[in-house]
């Protein structure tokens, strides 16, 4: 047998709950004897899913979509982002979060991370600048929350990597204008696909409906008189029922496998700790608690070659998940007539980011190592995970 100090590679498969379990397999059944998949109007599946959200958010409204990308297209344009003025956001997010800026008729004007985090810094955004500001708890690390409400500029949460977080005690999606979660099937709560926006703003819930709701949602729902002339309106960026009902139960076991992640997270932390690794996950703020989606540690010697450090975790086993690509430099973003054509109320304002314009960013990138927590009690599995981390960051 090998011993632990020199265990190579991982020998366990990551250990995964099942995806779906009984429950959800039991109300996607109960859909389908109903013989009703389709809810044009806030519809009994829709509504079991818009009430728990809301509750869980406490907010008091809910609005599901089709997916996270289009409740973020229908929240910042609710929120009132404009083409003079962009939204500011950080680069530390999935592409669709970033061009979703240009589908709700403005840009991203890109800022900085905060030193110790791998959220935006809302002392490099100059609200002059943004009609909207997108704050997104990036690996589930929630944002400083307090600072961004501070600002006097509507803020939109993307929450898809930190379902179920709290900031200062309070529920993510609860701090800004609006909160939006992504419930695509790598998130922490599945639709498969879909995707939830939350607000306690009454006409701000009504604006995002008219981006991709159904006309007899609209009549049914449609108050304030700013919307109201769109209630014609057809767009269609709807939740399909067998979604709805498979992210509801989701939602009912958030908490025990959040619970779970965590005392898997605590036991590594203590293991790396006790071994002197010189790797500590990435803190989150007083009174919050993390959402999970992959879980940043920050290496506390300089990495001189992330993908050497990443060849080497992945041919151990170690279950790490890809930063996402650097978008600053993505060919779309740098070529301004490919965004002009495709967006033409840029026709004349859009300038390339600039990677040097970013230096936290690019050291978080250089610095972090993400890893999947199990979601599922295997204390076995985490001796496992730190003492094929210790050989590996050894051998570098
Ligand atoms: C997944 C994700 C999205 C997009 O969600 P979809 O449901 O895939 O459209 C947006 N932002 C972040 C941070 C995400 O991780």
Not at 1 to 6: K, N, R, V
Not at 140 to 158: Q, S, Y
Not at 176 to 201: H, P, R, W, Y
Not at 322 to 331: I, K
Request: glycine share 8%; proline share 9%; net charge neutral.
């Amino acid at each position: 047998m090998t011993g632990a100090m020199t265990m190579r590679q991982m020998t366990v498969p990551f250990p995964r709950r099942p995806k779906y379990g009984e429950t959800e397999i039991a109300a996607v059944t109960y859909l389908l004897r109903s013989g009703s998949l389709s809810e044009i109007g806030r519809g009994p599946a829709c509504a079991a899913l818009e009430d728990a959200f809301a509750a869980a958010a406490g907010t008091t409204h809910a609005l599901s979509f089709n997916s996270g990308t289009a409740s973020l297209h229908a929240a910042l344009h609710a929120a009132g982002a404009t083409p003079d003025a962009g939204v500011a956001m950080s680069p530390m997010t999935w592409i669709s979060a970033i061009t979703v800026a240009f589908h709700a008729g403005s840009f991203p004007l890109f800022a900085d991370l905060t030193e110790d985090s791998p959220n935006l810094d809302p002392a490099q955004i100059d609200p002059a600048n943004c009609s909207a500001v997108l704050v997104t708890h990036a690996w589930g690390v929630p944002a400083a929350l307090r600072e961004f409400t501070g600002l006097p500029v509507p803020i939109v949460e993307d929450c898809s990597h930190a379902h179920g977080a709290l900031y200062q005690g309070r529920p993510v999606g609860s701090w800004g204008a609006a909160g939006c979660f992504s419930l695509q099937e790598s998130k922490a709560v599945s639709g498969g696909e879909g995707g939830i926006m939350t607000t306690s703003d009454s006409a701000l819930y009504q604006r995002a409906m008219t981006v991709g709701h159904h006309p007899y949602r609209l009549a049914a729902e449609l108050t304030h008189p700013d919307p109201l002339p769109l209630a014609g309106a057809s767009y269609k960026f709807r939740i399909p029922a067998l979604s709805a009902v498979i992210a509801r139960e989701q939602l009912r076991s958030l908490p025990s496998r959040m619970s779970d992640s965590a005392t898997n997270l605590t036991l590594l932390t203590q293991l790396i700790d006790a071994m002197g690794l010189p790797l500590a996950p990435m803190a989150v703020p007083d009174g919050s608690v993390r959402g999970w989606y992959g879980t940043p540690f920050t290496m506390l010697q300089p990495v001189l070659d992330p993908d050497a450090l990443n060849a080497a975790c992945t041919a151990a086993r170690l279950p790490v998940r890809a930063l996402y690509p650097d978008w600053l430099t993505t060919p779309l973003l740098q070529q301004p007539a490919v965004i002009e054509r495709y967006w033409p109320h840029m026709r004349g304002r859009w300038t390339p980011p600039d990677v040097r314009d970013f230096p936290r960013y690019q050291r978080f990138r250089q610095q972090t190592l993400i890893l999947k927590i199990p979601d599922l009690p295997v204390p076995d599995y985490m001796h496992q995970l730190a003492a094929v981390l210790a050989t590996t960051l050894r051998s570098l």
